[in-house]
């Protein structure tokens, strides 16, 4: 799980992990999430008052340090040595999207048993998609590419399906790729997206699963947003 970011938009000192939904933090409507879906070992990257968010998880997992915020890609290459000797299916999800469901995260995980399939992109349509990156697919449906917004055609950026930052690898292909991957875009950071593109180039394929509800993948990057998510709940 991803949860090194400060949230600068949140206009709070406070790591964005550890504002309140409902009562409960962030990363603990996640973290229970997962357990609920039968994950059984859980790696929590954190990076900005990191201290604050692993006395927040206590014992529900393990943890481990991202020092410098160089991107998703590098968030993930941080788990690496503690993944070492694993072979298997490892999700990647994000410590600020508190709804995501557990079936949701199983589906997820059923998606990958397919043997072409060696990874699986969460996905959502949004009428206003500003801000996340888009899922590129080809006139059968079968996926192409995910564009991040800043690196986004004009065309690309009309696309309405888009990137929850939620996805699940094959272990090997997750490392292989993000091994390859470089700084080369408009944001100077190490893509994760890239990992995927590692995979089609490796000739297998890549599953996409598209929510019902586009708001079980929302993450929250404002106040705006966090009041959203709660009146939601509410309703």
């Known amino acids: 799980m991803l949860a090194g970011g400060k949230g600068v938009r949140m206009q709070s000192e406070l790591p964005k992990v550890l504002h309140r939904l409902n009562g409960k933090t962030l990363i603990l409507h996640v973290l229970e999430s997962l357990r609920d ?27 481990v340090w991202q020092h410098q915020q ?14 070492e000797g694993f072979s298997g299916r490892v999700i990647v999800a994000c410590g600020d999207v508190p709804l995501i ?17 060696k990874a699986v992109i969460l996905t959502m349509n949004l009428e206003n998609p500003a801000g996340y990156g888009r899922i590129v697919k080809d006139g059968n449906g ?19 399906e ?11 292909f997750l490392f292989r790729g993000l091994a390859g991957i470089d700084r080369n875009n408009a ?11 590692h995979v089609l180039r490796e000739g297998f394929a890549v599953q996409t699963v598209l929510l019902d509800d586009a708001t079980e993948g929302r993450g929250v990057n404002s106040k705006d947003e966090l009041s959203g998510l709660e009146e939601y709940l509410k309703r």
């Open 37 to 63: 879906a039968g994950v059984g070992r859980i790696l929590v990257v954190v990076g900005y008052r990191g201290d604050e968010v692993i006395s927040e998880i206590g014992g529900r997992a393990e943890t």
């Open 70 to 83: 160089l991107g998703t890609g590098h968030a993930v290459m941080q788990a690496e040595k503690a993944l």
């Open 101 to 117: 469901r557990p079936a949701t995260f199983r589906s997820l995980l059923g998606a990958l048993d397919r043997q072409d399939v």
């Open 142 to 160: 079968r996926f192409l590419r995910i564009v991040e917004e800043k690196d986004a055609t004009p065309t690309e950026r009309s696309i309405m």
């Open 162 to 172: 888009v990137n929850t930052g939620t996805y699940v690898f094959d272990r090997d």
């Open 187 to 197: 944001q100077g950071e190490y893509y994760l997206t890239d990992a995927v593109q």
